[in-house]
Every structure is written in structure tokens, then in C-alpha cells.
């Protein structure tokens, strides 16, 4: 394992919580995996997933304030749901205390909670192995979700994003537009009806 990484993960470990810590090594050997499925650089893809929770040693109340405190851009969403600046937080954690200058790195963390339109091939690689890694709790269509991460990457993201979606409207949560025009961005891109 490459010697930042290792160094990392010593550095985290006291941080987090057992099941927290779990996550992080499960999505850091997704990752790892994907991105040989994809010929992508797997130390760079397990370097973002090792990081990409690591803003998560606060609490949601924790997360406004840091972002304040570090003039932390954060979209209407994040504010609205507290807990997604977990991912604007990394970014800048990975940057000014992991010393991570690498901008595709960088923009993997910031986006693996809400994703995005033109996301790169390392940005579906952290979103997709956030949801699939192996100690992440059944849900529906995860099972599925795991076999297309595999086989058609944008296929995955459409559907963990079309998961995420079915799960806030049951729960109550409000879905907003711009998560609706995402999901309608990755059905189109999925079927084959734009290039990206």
C-alpha cells in the first residue's frame, strides 16, 4: 500500500467511529477495484475513498461551523441538509491537513454525496464505491447496483442515484430540482441518449 495512504489511515483511525473506519477501508478497496475495471490509477482512486469521509469526525452542527470558519462554498442543498457538507469539509481537510493537492482528488471528495453533471471517471468511481463497499447495509437494489458498478459505470450512478431518490420520497424528504434534472442526466446518459 503506497506510504501517504498508510500514513493516512493511521492518522483517521483514532478518529473515527469502528463502523465509520469499516466504511472508509471498504470504500479505499472499491475504489481500488473500480478503478482497475476502469484503467484508472488505483492509488488515486484509493486515495480519495480513504479521504472521502474525512470530515466525518464532527457532528452535522460541527460541519456549518468549520465550513464558516474556512470560507467553505457550500450549494443550497448542503445548507439545507447539514450533513452533506461532510463532503465540501473533506475536500478542504484532504488539501490543508493530508496535503492532497491533486485536483481530481480533490473534486472526487467534494462530490461523492450529491455527484454532479460531467463528472469524471474517478468522481463516479468514489460515488458509486461509497454506496456498494461491502459493509454498507443492504438496500433495495444495492445487489444490482454492485453487478452494474462493473459492468457500466454511468449505469451505476443512474441507478444508485435513482435509489437515493425513491428512498428520500418514501422517507419524506424533499426531493429537490436539481436532483431530479441529475437523475434525468444519468437515465439519458445510462440508455445511451447523449454522449457525455
Same mark, same amino acid.
Given at each position: 500500500?503506497?506510504?501517504?495512504?498508510? #500514513?493516512?489511515?493511521?492518522?483517521?483511525?483514532?478518529?473515527?467511529?469502528?463502523?465509520?473506519?469499516?466504511?472508509?477501508?471498504?470504500?479505499?478497496?472499491?475504489?481500488?477495484?473500480?478503478?482497475?475495471?476502469?484503467?484508472?490509477?488505483?492509488?488515486?482512486?484509493?486515495?480519495?475513498?480513504?479521504?472521502?469521509?474525512?470530515?466525518?469526525?464532527?457532528?452535522?452542527?460541527?460541519?456549518?461551523?468549520?465550513?464558516?470558519?474556512?470560507?467553505?462554498?457550500?450549494?443550497?442543498?448542503?445548507?439545507?441538509?447539514?450533513?452533506?457538507?461532510?463532503?465540501?469539509?473533506?475536500?478542504?481537510?484532504?488539501?490543508?491537513?493530508?496535503?492532497?493537492?491533486?485536483?481530481?482528488?480533490?473534486?472526487?471528495?467534494?462530490?461523492?454525496?450529491?455527484?454532479?453533471?460531467?463528472?469524471?471517471?474517478?468522481?463516479?468511481?468514489?460515488?458509486?464505491?461509497?454506496?456498494?463497499?461491502?459493509?454498507?447495509?443492504?438496500?433495495?437494489?444495492?445487489?444490482?447496483?454492485?453487478?452494474?458498478?462493473?459492468?457500466?459505470?454511468?449505469?451505476?450512478?443512474?441507478?444508485?442515484?435513482?435509489?437515493?431518490?425513491?428512498?428520500? #420520497?418514501?422517507?419524506?424528504?424533499?426531493?429537490?430540482?436539481?436532483?431530479?434534472?441529475?437523475?434525468?442526466?444519468?437515465?439519458?446518459?445510462?440508455?445511451?441518449?447523449?454522449?457525455?
Amino acid at each position: 500500500m503506497d506510504a501517504t495512504i498508510n #500514513k493516512i489511515l493511521k492518522d483517521i483511525r483514532p478518529q473515527m467511529r469502528c463502523e465509520r473506519y469499516e466504511h472508509t477501508l471498504g470504500v479505499m478497496y472499491t475504489a481500488s477495484a473500480l478503478a482497475f475495471r476502469y484503467e484508472y490509477d488505483p492509488t488515486k482512486a484509493m486515495l480519495a475513498g480513504v479521504l472521502h469521509d474525512c470530515a466525518k469526525i464532527y457532528t452535522c452542527k460541527d460541519y456549518v461551523a468549520e465550513c464558516t470558519r474556512y470560507g467553505i462554498e457550500a450549494t443550497a442543498q448542503e445548507m439545507a441538509l447539514p450533513h452533506l457538507l461532510h463532503a465540501p469539509l473533506g475536500a478542504y481537510y484532504a488539501e490543508h491537513k493530508y496535503g492532497v493537492t491533486d485536483p481530481d482528488i480533490l473534486h472526487a471528495i467534494r462530490v461523492h454525496t450529491l455527484a454532479g453533471k460531467d463528472l469524471s471517471i474517478l468522481d463516479k468511481i468514489v460515488y458509486v464505491a461509497d454506496y456498494i463497499e461491502p459493509s454498507r447495509k443492504e438496500c433495495p437494489a444495492l445487489s444490482r447496483i454492485r453487478m452494474l458498478a462493473f459492468t457500466d459505470i454511468n449505469k451505476a450512478v443512474y441507478a444508485k442515484l435513482d435509489n437515493v431518490v425513491n428512498y428520500l #420520497k418514501r422517507s419524506g424528504y424533499e426531493v429537490t430540482d436539481t436532483t431530479l434534472e441529475l437523475l434525468d442526466y444519468y437515465k439519458k446518459i445510462s440508455e445511451g441518449e447523449h454522449n457525455e
